[in-house]
């Protein structure tokens, strides 16, 4: 009887283990991919970087606090990484707008170009907690973050 015991415990054991380095190798596939260069030698991951570093002096404690709100959402363990992706999403816009500051408006912009359709509820959620109305951005709630990714600067005029 024990032995019959062991024998599933060790064929669980084995399926539990592939399925956390598939889970594991999908993630690290997904970031590699970020990594690769694009055709201006740039990556992604590069682009983020150069637009966090660019924009940081033009933060001000009230969307750095509103931005933190927006992000509490996200489960702890990836919000950096999420945080990280929107404050670059959020300043290539305020620089492609040529704003000198990082605005509420900038922010819940960048924060929907940033963010996949499926996080938009939770967005909506918190701006109605912050009693800010949604309606200016209903523009850009209605496409998904495919249709931002490539050409998202032309069909906002920016």
């Known amino acids: 009887m024990m032995s019959v015991f062991v024998d599933y415990l060790i ?3 084995g399926f539990f283990m592939i399925a956390i380095m598939a889970i594991g190798g999908y993630f690290m596939f997904r ?3 970020k990594r690769l260069p694009k055709e201006d ?3 992604t991951m590069d682009w983020e970087t150069y637009f966090v570093n660019k924009t940081k002096h033009m933060w001000d404690d ?3 606090q ?3 709100e927006l992000v509490s959402p996200v489960p702890e363990l990836f919000r950096d990484v999420a ?9 290539e816009v305020a620089l492609a707008k040529s704003r000198q500051k990082i ?3 900038v922010l819940i912009e960048g924060y929907i170009i940033a963010t996949p359709k499926r996080d938009h509820k939770f967005l909506r959620k918190k ?5 800010i109305d949604t309606a200016p951005y209903e523009h850009f709630f209605q496409q998904s973050n495919n249709d931002y990714n490539s050409d998202w600067k032309k069909k906002h005029q920016l």
């Open 41 to 43: 030698g740039k990556s």
């Open 62 to 64: 009230e969307e750095k």
């Open 103 to 105: 605005t509420q408006d």
């Open 31 to 33: 970031k590699f991919l």
């Open 66 to 68: 509103l931005l933190e």
């Open 127 to 131: 701006l109605a907690e912050k009693q």
């Open 11 to 13: 064929i669980f054991w």
């Open 83 to 91: 945080r990280h992706k929107i404050i670059g999403k959020v300043g």
